[in-house]
């Protein structure tokens, strides 16, 4: 494999609700161009739009052809980076996405499997987390959200072949869900004091915990 071949795709989202900024669209965006062992991140914001996503995922991967796809995404209230080891073939959107789409527990393809297994290093990202003094865990459930599809749309297009090996590889994808920031965790405190409890953790720290997993996965290869 050449070396301008090696590439991964960092996804995150745009800023959603009440949020002024999405943690996930920022340290994608950060890392874009930044080369982990000897693999360039290709860095690129989704939308929150249901609809829309998963088009555009695939034209990304279109585009870099990378051999490796995580997904950041928020979670804000989590104590740490919770890494995703499963995604679900379910949608169930309640408050309106930002293309005012919602979903009522339905299938995201209807005839395919009820989930897949993520096929990056999970259990070692988080070991590596912990070991690097940051918080993680693992999680089997993605949500019904965007991050969520975004994970199970990577995956089906990986299994059903719509993603090719590259060189004979199949590609990996994982999803990685991110706490808010102080900032965030902030302002909504001063909205509302129900959220005087919420967790939170710096940019520079997610970002960092990111690289780590990001090395990871390319040293599971």
């Given at each position: 494999?050449s070396e301008?071949s090696?590439t991964?795709?960092?996804?995150g989202y745009?800023?959603?609700?009440r949020?002024?900024?999405?943690?996930?669209?920022?340290?994608?965006l950060a890392?874009?161009?930044?080369?982990?062992?000897?693999?360039?991140?290709?860095?690129a914001?989704l939308p929150?739009d249901?609809v829309?996503?998963p088009?555009?995922l695939y034209?990304?991967?279109?585009?870099?052809?990378?051999?490796i796809?995580?997904?950041?995404?928020l979670?804000f209230g989590?104590?740490?980076?919770?890494?995703?080891?499963?995604?679900?073939?379910w949608?169930?959107?309640s408050?309106?996405?930002n293309?005012?789409?919602t979903?009522?527990?339905?299938?995201?393809?209807?005839?395919?499997?009820?989930g897949?297994?993520?096929?990056?290093p999970?259990?070692?990202?988080?070991?590596?987390?912990l070991?690097a003094g940051?918080?993680?865990y693992?999680s089997?459930h993605?949500?019904?959200h965007?991050?969520?599809?975004?994970?199970?749309?990577?995956?089906?297009?990986?299994n059903s072949?719509?993603?090719?090996?590259?060189?004979?590889r199949?590609?990996v994808?994982?999803?990685?869900?991110?706490?808010?920031?102080?900032?965030?965790?902030?302002r909504?405190?001063?909205?509302?004091?129900r959220?005087r409890?919420?967790?939170?953790?710096?940019?520079?720290?997610?970002?960092?915990?990111?690289?780590l997993?990001?090395?990871?996965?390319?040293?599971s290869?």
């Amino acid at each position: 494999m050449s070396e301008k071949s090696k590439t991964i795709l960092l996804t995150g989202y745009e800023p959603f609700d009440r949020f002024a900024y999405n943690p996930s669209g920022v340290i994608a965006l950060a890392l874009d161009g930044k080369t982990i062992e000897g693999y360039v991140v290709k860095g690129a914001m989704l939308p929150v739009d249901c609809v829309k996503m998963p088009g555009l995922l695939y034209s990304l991967v279109e585009q870099y052809r990378p051999q490796i796809v995580i997904g950041l995404g928020l979670a804000f209230g989590d104590s740490g980076l919770r890494l995703e080891r499963v995604g679900h073939n379910w949608s169930e959107i309640s408050t309106p996405d930002n293309g005012g789409h919602t979903r009522p527990g339905v299938p995201l393809l209807a005839e395919a499997p009820a989930g897949y297994f993520s096929t990056f290093p999970a259990n070692q990202i988080v070991t590596d987390l912990l070991e690097a003094g940051l918080p993680a865990y693992p999680s089997d459930h993605a949500g019904g959200h965007l991050c969520n599809e975004m994970l199970f749309t990577a995956l089906h297009a990986i299994n059903s072949g719509d993603w090719p090996p590259i060189e004979g590889r199949p590609v990996v994808a994982g999803f990685i869900h991110l706490p808010g920031t102080p900032e965030l965790a902030a302002r909504l405190i001063q909205e509302d004091k129900r959220f005087r409890h919420s967790a939170s953790m710096s940019l520079e720290l997610m970002q960092q915990g990111i690289e780590l997993a990001l090395a990871t996965t390319v040293r599971s290869l």
